[in-house]
């Protein structure tokens, strides 16, 4: 069974940047051909992909969050890591992180982390 657990600071001061970490069991980041993702879903609003780590190491951005997304990942600890620069109220959001395959559809996700930006 695979499993992804989000960790990290529930609250974030504006300006200030955010770190998630996701922990993987039961399969490993390295895997044929898997990407890992984060996405978020803000208030009222849909879900939003951020971005992704591939299995080979790729990184993958959106490009509405290129300029503040970072994706790195420790593969001796099966994790990879999520920082958003310079974070905005209009970050808040609750965040997951996902597998997903290579045909685009995740397949296992964690619970989610409700992230709040504010001061």
């Known amino acids: 069974q695979v499993r992804l657990q989000e960790s990290g600071p529930g609250l974030v001061q504006p300006s200030r940047t955010l770190s998630l970490t996701c922990t993987v069991s039961?399969?490993?980041?390295?895997?044929?051909?898997?990407?890992w993702s984060w996405l978020r879903q803000p208030p009222g609003k849909g879900l939003e992909w951020m971005g992704a780590k591939s299995y080979a190491g790729n990184t993958y951005y959106s490009p509405i969050l290129e300029s503040r997304i970072s994706i790195s990942r420790d593969t001796s600890k099966n994790q990879f890591t999520l920082h958003l620069t310079s974070v905005t109220p209009e970050d808040t959001a609750m965040y997951y992180c996902a597998r997903v395959t290579v045909v685009g559809g995740a397949d296992y996700w964690g619970q989610g982390t409700q992230v709040t930006v504010s001061s």
């Open positions: 039961g399969d490993s980041i390295t895997t044929d051909y898997y990407y």
